[in-house]
């Protein structure tokens, strides 16, 4: 496309040749190639100007940045907002392929990834094709990306939604998470269908406080008055949660369908909630209409996916009676309440849970079946919200016969100064049954040494992620693998 085309619509200062054609868009320097337009866009500890001569070494004929470039040899287009400009540019260049999909957004702080994949597994029962984009990794057509986050820079995104088009997928669901929200990593994706799990206290280390979490949130519902698709739009809502009643309560230009399993007003509500050790079940109550459901999942946090994953189904256009048959065999993400296999008398857990009000839906769920000690392993990690550290220890030592307090990603902090913020918390409501052991590996092995017939081992905090980030270090490690070796062992 065209330079002066491609740019004819965004504010900006183009100096030099503005006739090149431009053959492709990157804002990393090592995927450029001959023809190709490059965003200096700052990363969390570089500028983007760093990489500039690379980029024309690789073959950019224009940069893309928010300051004069001197003594470069090609165009350089001065903007006030690259990230902004970067969505726009990657809509134009993609021609605007979320205008040939359904996409459906999904947001909260937990449920986010369980919803994808249960969503998803209802499509392919019904050989229906769909993207899913989302924390584990980026996958349609037969194609699975690497995650580097939860929801990709815009480019990638566009990127990614152009090539579903051309492979004739009409369905994308993503996590939409509040960090791309405000990074404007969504910018200009018209959403068909968004989804409201719930809010708890995470991520404060960007947004500060509770407030300013949920208005991260909200950016998506208010992204529905951008209606060039001119269809109509739904807002599916936890109305359980006490922000998702703040979102019902606020103006947002969709069809608002409530799902509770406490609130009798809701429009799509479980009832006579029955949760086993093996499944769950409840009788449905919405205006979709009636019907007994069960599910392999356990916990009661795993009805409410169940409840926000079958009102996304039905909006979107899909039969009730297909989705309602389909749902006993859906799958779940990985790394979620995920058995470790074993010959041992008790039973290992990984899960995901990395926040307290998450732990406390894992543990709520093993107490419910029943076993003779719950024995907890878990961490927090570096450069993260530390105010939830504490939360985390009270939650685990309240819910848990013994927690052993170890390293998740520490990342820059030191592992043994993020464990005191988490002991502080035991210590803050007289606890004392758990034991520091910084070493993770470690940690699991004398978890699972301790349990005995009947017991069970929760090891919560890194789920499906098959790696440690130390320092500046990504070292292979997964929860499931250690204490699969370790029960194996133990086992011989």
Do not use: W
């Amino acid at each position: 496309m065209i330079l002066k085309q491609l740019f004819s619509e965004v504010q900006a200062e183009i100096i030099g040749d503005d006739s090149i054609d431009i053959k492709g868009l990157s804002y990393d320097s090592r995927n450029v190639s001959d023809g190709y337009l490059f965003f200096a866009l700052d990363g969390t500890h570089t500028s983007g100007k760093n990489f500039v001569s690379q980029a024309i070494l690789n073959g950019a004929l224009c940069i893309v940045s928010n300051k004069k470039i001197d003594n470069i040899d090609c165009t350089n287009i001065i903007v006030a907002d690259i990230s902004k400009v970067m969505s726009e540019i990657s809509a134009k260049f993609y021609d605007y392929p979320d205008k040939k999909m359904t996409i459906i957004g999904v947001t909260g702080t937990n449920g986010k990834t369980s919803i994808t994949y249960m969503t998803e597994s209802i499509f392919k029962s019904l050989n229906i094709d769909i993207g899913v984009i989302g924390t584990i990794n980026y996958r349609y057509a037969d194609k699975i990306i690497e995650a580097p986050n939860t929801t990709p820079q815009s480019l990638d995104l566009y990127k990614m939604i152009f090539d579903m088009v051309k492979s004739n997928i009409k369905y994308l669901v993503m996590e939409v998470s509040s960090h791309s929200l405000v990074l404007g990593r969504v910018n200009g994706i018209e959403f068909d269908i968004v989804a409201f799990t719930n809010l708890t206290q995470d991520h404060l280390d960007f947004h500060k406080d509770m407030q300013s979490y949920f208005e991260a949130k909200k950016m998506l519902f208010s992204s529905l008055k951008s209606n060039v698709k001119n269809n109509k739009k739904f807002a599916i809502i936890n109305s359980d949660d006490i922000y998702g009643k703040k979102l019902l309560e606020s103006e947002i230009c969709a069809e608002k369908i409530s799902y509770s399993i406490n609130d009798n007003t809701s429009k799509c509500r479980a009832c006579d909630v029955v949760l086993n050790k093996d499944n769950s079940s409840f009788n449905l109550k919405s205006i979709f209409g009636n019907a007994i459901i069960s599910i392999k999942h356990i916990g009661l946090h795993n009805i409410y996916n169940v409840l926000s994953v079958l009102s996304i189904c039905i909006v979107a256009g899909l039969k009730f009676t297909d989705v309602v048959s389909n749902i006993k065999n859906i799958s779940g993400a990985p790394g979620r309440l995920e058995r470790v296999n074993s010959q041992a008398d008790f039973t290992v857990i990984v899960d995901y849970a990395h926040t307290h009000d998450a732990l406390q839906n894992v543990l709520s769920s093993i107490q419910n079946l029943q076993p003779s000690k719950i024995i907890t392993v878990f961490g927090c990690g570096g450069n993260r919200d530390k105010t939830k550290r504490p939360l985390m220890a009270q939650t685990a030592c309240k819910m848990s016969d013994f927690v052993f307090i170890t390293s998740d990603n520490p990342r820059d902090e030191k592992p043994e100064l993020i464990a005191e913020d988490v002991e502080n918390g035991a210590k803050s409501i007289n606890k004392n049954n758990y034991k520091v052991i910084i070493d993770r590996k470690q940690a699991i092995e004398e978890a699972i040494k301790m349990a005995k017939k009947d017991d069970i081992v929760l090891i919560a905090g890194k789920g499906h992620e098959t790696y440690q980030i130390i320092g500046e270090n990504k070292i292979h490690f997964d929860d499931r693998e250690v204490a699969s070796d370790i029960l194996k062992n133990l086992m011989q």
